[in-house]
């Protein structure tokens, strides 16, 4: 991802201010259909407040020291729904229903139609991103495969078809996205562990369709959900698709690992790959001290070699405070200069 040992990156999300977003209304729901109500500034001056608190997103990361930055997704109701409601044959009036692990029925963008990219979703974010900044600059998109298992189908009535129409969707906006200045593209895939034997069929061909022709450093990011929606100690112990993944011809796989005590083990199996590993934990307010960091990636290390260690938070950091999220920011990079200066 960088030449620097132990680049610190962020998962992709920051804390979008109380000006911006009704935060109360945020952290009861991750919307897979747009929520224009979550937000509190008017429409006609939206995209201006988007762009003032992308700038704040932007330089709290650098003043945490991170190496790669994004643009804390200040723009997005979550970190799926903005792309996928945007494209050709998605009836954005009427939602579908899925049923979610809870039980419960969410609403869904509802498929009526072939699924085609009409135009650009996140270059504009990826153009600004690259005007404010001189650091290595990630832009993450919605996987194909968790988009799919986020759809009602009413056009396909077949699963694999419809998802390798949204792979070639991605696909296009990610080349846009490498011309509009990004250094790093990522794929968000977290749904690949909450239907494995579906995932095993079709998932890593959907990954390679929307990475192919991408000749820019390119992650696969998959977690156990966020640590404001999945508290305390409800994570799994291990992923149920993660090996798998070796295969794609993505660089870099992003995992979280602080909150759940997962079995880093499988780190083994991944090998040539790189690692985003989770160094920080969101379920707990506290910052962690740099130390605390540190000792983390030490035991990421007993199964890796250092070049493909990559620090980052267990993702959903767009629900802690601020401060706290740029303390956690801050100790990750100490941490992390802790364990370089072991290795030097």
Request: charged content about 25%.
């Amino acid at each position: 991802m960088a030449e620097k040992l132990f680049p610190t990156t962020v998962v992709g999300s920051y804390p979008q201010p109380d000006w911006l977003v009704d935060r109360e209304m945020l952290s009861k729901v991750v919307p897979r259909v747009r929520m224009p109500e979550m937000w509190r500034v008017p429409e006609p001056y939206l995209e201006q407040a988007q762009d003032d608190a992308t700038i704040i997103a932007i330089r709290d990361m650098e003043r945490a020291g991170i190496d790669v930055i994004t643009d804390g997704e200040m723009r997005r109701e979550s970190y799926s729904n903005r792309f996928a409601t945007a494209l050709e044959g998605i009836d954005t009036s009427k939602p579908g229903f899925v049923k979610a692990r809870s039980g419960q029925m969410t609403p869904v963008p509802r498929v009526v139609g072939k699924i085609k990219r009409p135009g650009p979703v996140e270059v504009r974010d990826m153009q600004f991103l690259r005007r404010n900044t001189d650091r290595i600059a990630k832009i993450t998109l919605p996987g194909p495969f968790t988009m799919g298992q986020q759809a009602h189908d009413e056009y396909y009535n077949d699963k694999e078809a419809m998802v390798m129409d949204m792979a070639a969707a991605v696909n296009e906006e990610a080349l846009e996205l490498v011309r509009a200045g990004a250094d790093v593209i990522q794929l968000d895939e977290p749904w690949v562990r909450n239907n494995p034997e579906e995932a095993r069929r079709y998932a890593v061909k959907a990954i390679n369709r929307a990475l192919q022709g991408i000749h820019v450093p390119t992650v696969v990011h998959l977690c156990f959900g966020y640590a404001a929606v999945v508290p305390g100690d409800n994570k799994p112990q291990h992923y149920a698709f993660l090996a798998e993944l070796a295969d794609t011809v993505a660089g870099t796989i992003s995992i979280e690992a602080a909150q759940p005590n997962i079995d880093l083990g499988v780190l083994r199996d991944m090998a040539p790959k790189k690692i985003m590993l989770g160094v920080l934990n969101l379920d707990d307010l506290k910052i962690e001290t740099p130390e605390t960091v540190a000792a983390r990636m030490r035991k990421g290390l007993e199964y890796m070699t250092p070049d493909r260690l990559v620090p980052a938070p267990d993702c959903g950091m767009k629900y802690l405070p601020r401060d706290v999220a740029f303390g956690k920011l801050k100790a990750m990079v100490d941490g992390a200069a802790i364990v370089r200066r072991e290795l030097s």
